[in-house]
């Protein structure tokens, strides 16, 4: 019979401190992989994701046409669907799968369906008396644009006087908050990507917004994943709201709207 020595046996205090720790981590991790693989929606928008960066477009463009067809609505296959696979690019990125400018790419296919879309089956958009006018806006050097796309789509739909740009500078953007009148404005930052280090340059831009506003009442909504996911980066850039899904906006703004003429204005002239 061989001999154990003493060194090399395995002590219960190593099978207490060690393995049983390692057991319990891999026992509690299986239920959430089993929950990821038993969602089909979020496992579709993956599927989505990666056709999206592949080089034949055709496999996303057929996911996407047969999306709708399940879908209750293009508005619906806009908010649900693409909305997820946008975060899912840049889950992508994270993951060193794909590079910032396949993601970029792959928004726009997005862009591009969402536009087809909507031309081919969308109604005519609600009918106001007195449409509320938003100025819908990806802050300045911001390549994506999907947010501002699709929430442009969205308020179009709904009724509202929309206003979409791209201004490539913060006095470009601040000359068009000056020479006209809006209710409201809609800044966004990345579907993607987090950009939390973006968050002081967001902040300045409202400051200026308001500053430069012909409206003292002017509300400002801010969206992009980073507000979707940190709950203090609202307060943060001194929006007074901020989306966590697309289908929030009309509701933010609205919102927004009545906290803001229920109080005085601020009044911006010492800054």
Do not use: Y
């Not at 806009?78 to 790419?105: H, Q």
């Not at 005519?124 to 449409?131: E, H, N």
């Not at 966004?188 to 917004?209: F, G, M, Y």
């Amino acid at each position: 019979m061989r001999a154990v020595h003493p060194e090399s046996a395995v002590h219960p205090e190593s099978i207490v401190s060690t393995v049983i720790p390692h057991l319990l981590v891999k026992h509690a991790a299986a239920p959430a992989r089993l929950r990821a693989a038993k969602d089909p929606a979020d496992a579709r928008a993956d599927e989505l994701a990666r056709l999206l960066i592949a080089p034949n477009l055709d496999d996303a463009f057929d996911l996407i046409d047969h999306s709708l067809t399940r879908a209750a609505s293009p508005t619906a296959l806009f908010t649900g669907l693409f909305e997820s696979t946008a975060r899912k690019l840049g889950d992508l990125w994270s993951e060193d799968a794909c590079s910032e400018f396949e993601v970029a790419i792959g928004l726009c296919h997005l862009q591009t369906a969402m536009r087809r879309i909507s031309f081919d089956l969308l109604s005519a958009p609600l009918t106001r008396s007195q449409p509320r006018t938003v100025l819908v806006i990806t802050q300045p050097g911001e390549p994506h644009s999907f947010c501002a796309a699709l929430h442009s789509e969205l308020l179009h739909q709904a009724g509202w006087n929309t206003v979409g740009e791209f201004p490539d500078s913060e006095k470009a953007l601040t000359d068009l908050v000056a020479n006209g009148w809006f209710d409201a404005v809609n800044l966004s930052l990345s579907p993607s990507l987090r950009r939390e280090h973006w968050l002081p340059r967001v902040a300045e831009t409202i400051r200026k917004i308001r500053k430069a506003s012909r409206n003292p009442a002017l509300a400002v909504v801010a969206s992009g994943r980073v507000f979707a996911e940190r709950a203090d980066a609202c307060a943060l850039v001194g929006a007074d709201a901020a989306t966590v899904s697309s289908v929030q906006i009309e509701r933010c703004l609205m919102r927004s709207l009545l906290n803001r003429t229920a109080r005085p204005a601020a009044n911006f002239a010492w800054i």
